[in-house]
């Protein structure tokens, strides 16, 4: 994602670029609104059991689907002959993706690279609709007393199988501030438009610099929307690529569990918990995000069927995966695959199908830290074991040992640094 940026910023200053992460949000429905694209960049071999071919092979019957790249390491000569017969693909090798060829590239698939068609026309009537939208004198529904705001739409950043996100401004003060909105025209899905407003109850019960700020919520005759917080410094996902020290990992967790720990003063479980919804602020303080899955404990009114999975793979618990009725400590669990995952820099289970992931979080041995970290495995264990009941019971828990290491970790750094210095003099 990093190389494609900066290529085609190279040649599109203005071009938006939206990754979609199978890893994190799953494969693209046969609902996903492909039109709002001007082009698709597909990596081989990052979808686990699938193919970046066989994504084409389905997606391609859609006649919204735009121009597409197939991008791998190495060229395979199957793969070149069955790509050749889906009309504006290409079949192309990583390092091509370069700006010298790039424009050759693009006009090799129908993609213009002149400044003027760096927005397609259904981004154009997507705007229409949105400044439509976020005229709110119809609003039907408000959880704030106050009177609603207005927003004037910058662009789309992401899209789900029942709503689209979108970069706004607030006109009264210019502030920046997602806003998350569903279609309700053609929604046959009731259960979708109560979780909708189910997040926004969530959110507007629960005050701490560590969760995401909901500005305002409410219905028109056509959207439901939220007024969300706007992050400026990304996700937790991209930092772990990148690595991180030891401190930085621990007080990363500090502050999840902190937001944790006020999540479920509220009997609110959230049930997503995972690197990409973890966001930073512009001063890099941390908060939890995406609540379209919290569930109140004692609301008896179900949103998800019995039995029925709901997260992301990496990261459910064993009793999450199967279907069975959550507390605060699926979320615990979660956190500790995010703890492990920072410490390491990897995932403590991988998996080549859905079904044997959920298989390892309910049966493979609690993965093992390197000897240089073996300090933290208590904590790792008591995140990660597979009954509920020998699990840290409560955030506070967590946060009592996350400081004690802590603790720890600055008295070993003050030792190591006075040696140094008694050596430096010697």
């Known amino acids: 994602m990093r190389q494609l940026r900066h290529e085609f910023a190279a040649i599109l200053p203005h071009v938006q670029i939206t990754e979609h992460d199978p890893e994190q949000q799953g494969k693209p429905g046969l609902d996903f609104d492909w039109s709002l694209y001007d082009l698709i960049v597909i990596e081989d071999g990052v979808m686990g059991s699938e193919s970046g071919l066989a994504w084409l092979a389905v997606y391609s019957l859609d006649a919204r689907l735009p ?22 693909t290409l079949y192309i090798r990583k390092a091509d993706l370069d700006r010298q060829r790039l424009p050759g590239l693009l006009a090799a698939v129908g993609v213009s690279s002149s400044a003027e068609s760096d927005i397609n026309d259904a981004v154009i009537d997507e705007q229409e ?32 199988g029942y709503s689209k996100a979108y970069l706004a401004e607030r ?13 309700l025209e053609g929604l046959d899905d009731p259960t979708q438009i109560a979780r909708f407003e189910s997040e926004a109850t969530v959110l507007s019960e629960i005050d701490s610099r560590h969760v995401v700020k909901l500005h305002d919520f409410g219905f028109t005759q056509k959207y439901g929307y939220l007024a969300l917080e706007f992050f400026t ?10 690595g991180m020290r030891v401190s930085t990992a621990l007080h990363h967790m500090l502050s999840i569990a902190r937001g944790l720990e006020k999540i479920h003063a509220h009997n609110i479980v959230h049930r997503d918990i ?63 695959i995010i703890l492990f995952e920072m410490l390491t820099g990897r995932k403590p289970f ?29 904590m790792v264990d008591g995140l990660l074991a597979k009954d509920p009941d020998k699990r840290f019971y409560t955030a506070r828990e ?18 190591a640094a006075r040696l140094a210095d008694e050596g430096a003099r010697r």
Do not use: C, W
């Open 129 to 160: 609709n949105i400044e439509a939208l976020i005229d709110l004198g119809i609003t039907t529904r408000n959880l704030r007393a106050a009177p609603e705001s207005s927003y004037r739409f910058v662009r789309l950043i992401g899209q789900g």
């Open 67 to 88: 121009p597409a790249l197939l991008v791998a390491d190495d060229l395979d000569p199957f793969v070149r002959a069955k790509v050749n017969s889906i009309p504006h």
């Open 233 to 242: 410094r990304g996700d937790l996902k991209h930092r772990i690529e990148q």
């Open 274 to 336: 995972k690197p990409a919804n973890i966001m930073f602020r512009a001063d890099d303080s941390l908060a939890i995000a995406d609540f379209g899955l919290a569930k109140h404990l004692g609301d008896r009114v179900g949103l998800t069927k019995t039995g029925f999975i709901v997260g992301t793979l990496n990261y459910l618990s064993p009793e999450q995966g199967l279907g069975r009725a959550l507390d605060q400590r699926s979320d615990l669990y979660s956190a500790g």
């Open 398 to 415: 967590l946060i009592a040992h996350l400081k004690t290491h802590i603790s720890a970790l600055k008295a070993r750094q003050l030792a």
């Open 171 to 183: 006109v009264d003060d210019g502030a920046v501030m997602v806003l998350k909105v569903m279609e």
């Open 350 to 378: 991988v998996a080549a199908t859905p079904f044997d992931m959920v298989k390892l979080h309910q049966t493979a041995p609690i993965p093992k830290l390197p000897d240089e970290l073996r300090q933290y495995q208590g």
